[in-house]
């Protein structure tokens, strides 16, 4: 994997177990709920699963070239609310209200309004590792045009 390959996808591992909780906690202090003991527990082990899936699953799209590439890491880590999402749902959390319609139709399994938008959404620590590796795969894509 390439070097900011691997930086970002580092950082994502990094990152996402503390997303994970605090969009738990946050979502569920909204809706008037102090998160207790058992809901914290809940949504940490979700944050290790989801460090777990989701990073295999940025590391898989990272070591694919990038000219096969379908997909990004940002849409990748979109998809992980569904790990805040249960931990909310067994916990009885009321869904979120008032979502706006381009929400609700792109992601409608997003039913606390928790997709991230950009990757400071998620850490803002994600924010330059993401930015450098899609400066790096731009540069790699059109460099490969040019030699062509």
Do not use: C
């Not at 605090?22 to 809940?42: K, L, S």
């Not at 992601?107 to 590792?129: E, H, K």
Request: charged share 30%; net charge negative; aromatic share 6%.
């Amino acid at each position: 994997m390439e070097a900011p390959a691997e930086t970002l996808a580092v950082a994502i591992e990094d990152a996402i177990p503390q997303w994970v909780v605090a969009a738990v906690v946050r979502v569920a202090t909204r809706a008037g709920r102090e998160p207790d003991a058992e809901m914290i527990e809940a949504a940490r082990a979700a944050g290790q699963r989801a460090r777990v899936e989701v990073g295999a699953a940025v590391r898989a799209l990272l070591e694919t070239d990038v000219d096969e590439q379908r997909t990004n890491p940002l849409s990748i880590l979109r998809g992980a609310v569904r790990y805040p999402t249960q931990v909310l749902r067994d916990a009885g959390v009321p869904e979120a209200v008032g979502r706006d319609d381009f929400a609700v139709h792109a992601f409608p399994d997003d039913v606390y309004d928790l997709t991230p938008a950009t990757w400071a959404d998620i850490d803002p620590s994600l924010q330059d590792p993401g930015i450098t590796w899609g400066a790096w795969k731009a540069y790699t894509h059109l460099s490969r045009r040019r030699d062509r």
